[in-house]
Nanobody, 121 residues
Framework: QVQLTESGGGFVQAGGSLRLSCAASGLSFSNYAMAWFRQAPGLEREFVAVISRTSSTYYADSVNGRFTISRDNAKNTVYLQVNSLKPEDTAVYYC???????????????WGQGTQVTVSS
């Protein structure tokens, strides 16, 4: 049984930082691309960042330069360092796993339950 468990969300002021973590179990972690998506109230779930099996990284334009995705295969964990946060970054952040690298949510087989990030102005 595959489980993805996010943590690290919280309430921060604009300009602040957080480090989100996603611990995976039940899958061969190093064989999966790992991604972060986010969903704000009333909006579609959107792509944030992805790290491939070989640790190539890709970002949404809206977060490029502020967010950094990384992975630790020994710990079966993917991270998202979020800096210079803006109120429009407020959302539930989800991690997801897929065999191939993609920006498309429909390509992801497994999802976590999400962690809330709230940024005040």
């Amino acid at each position: 049984q595959v489980q993805l468990t996010e943590s690290g969300g919280g309430f921060v002021q604009a300009g602040g930082s957080l480090r989100l973590s996603c611990a995976a179990s039940g899958l061969s972690f190093s064989n999966y691309a790992m991604a972060w998506f986010r969903q704000a109230p009333g909006l579609e779930r959107e792509f944030v960042a992805v790290i491939s099996r070989t640790s190539s990284t890709y970002y949404a334009d809206s977060v490029n330069g502020r967010f950094t995705i990384s992975r630790d295969n020994a710990k079966n964990t993917v991270y998202l360092q979020v800096n210079s946060l803006k109120p429009e970054d407020t959302a539930v952040y989800y991690c997801a796993a897929a065999p191939g690298t993609s920006r498309t949510k429909d390509h992801y087989n497994y999802w976590g339950q999400g962690t809330q990030v709230t940024v005040s102005s």
